[in-house]
């Protein structure tokens, strides 16, 4: 069965620095897509990032990165600079797509404190 | 932009009221999904739709159902409800696709339901 596993509940950075949210995940698929998503306290869900099973290279998008490691089967954000607003839940995802791709889970996500 | 819309911000029902939650999305896509979300347990899904009139249970279905007549409008009830299905509901759409990005799940900004 597929699983995603985020075992850091809490994060504190300091303003300005990088920081890094473990994920990692389970499945025997082969062909599969792996998401970052931001919930601030509002609670809406804002897609970050996305990486292809097949993806040869890292997918960056501004300040964030994901260290895709697909042999150890993680799939960590890298956010640099870290800033103020960037203090919120983050949800690592995955979706199967040999099924056509219907059902996307989620893991219990890490809440990231940035510290002025 | 993709935009999900959820009806209802916050509601307070009383237990064994039929609950109606709805949702939807101005991006032709044609999944639709209903989360749920709930502290240290992340994302969990509900039930969602691939076409119109059409439904698949995810992973937790029990004392859910959903209504999808229109493409855009996904709706979840909750036939009869109860303190333990207090919690913040998250509507999601995407496209029928396996292709890269395109993958991506858009929400809504959520819904917070009380059941007193």
């Known amino acids: 069965a597929q699983k995603i596993t985020q075992t850091q509940p809490g994060m504190f950075v300091q303003e300005k620095e990088a920081v890094t949210l473990d994920c990692t995940y389970d499945?025997?698929?082969?062909?599969?897509?792996l998401f970052w998503y931001k919930q601030p306290s509002s609670g809406e869900m804002i897609f970050l990032i996305y990486q292809g099973s097949y993806d040869e290279q890292n997918a960056t998008e501004g300040r964030y990165s994901l260290n895709f490691q697909k042999a150890r089967k993680s799939a960590n954000l890298v956010i640099s600079a870290s800033q103020l607003g960037d203090s919120a839940m983050y949800f690592c995802a995955m979706r199967d797509l040999n099924t056509g791709g219907f059902k996307t889970i989620f893991g219990a996500g890490t809440r990231l404190f940035v510290k002025a | 932009d993709v935009k999900v819309t959820q009806s209802s911000r916050y509601l307070v029902k009383r237990t064994g009221e039929k609950v109606f939650l709805e949702c939807v999305q101005d991006m032709d896509h044609e999944n639709m999904f209903w989360y749920r979300q709930d502290p240290g347990l992340g994302l969990r899904l509900i039930y969602f739709?691939?076409?119109?009139?059409?439904?698949e249970k995810g992973d937790i279905p029990e004392g859910y159902s959903v209504s999808r007549e229109k493409k855009e409008r996904f709706s979840l009830i909750l036939e009869s409800a109860s303190t333990n299905q207090t919690s913040m509901y998250l509507c999601?759409?995407?496209?029928?696709?396996?292709?890269?990005?395109?993958?991506?799940?858009?929400f809504g900004e959520g819904s917070w339901l009380t059941v007193v």
């Open positions: 999601a759409s995407s496209l029928l696709t396996t292709g890269g990005a395109g993958n991506t799940i858009y």
């Open positions: 739709s691939y076409d119109v009139k059409m439904k």
């Open positions: 499945t025997s698929d082969q062909s599969y897509g």
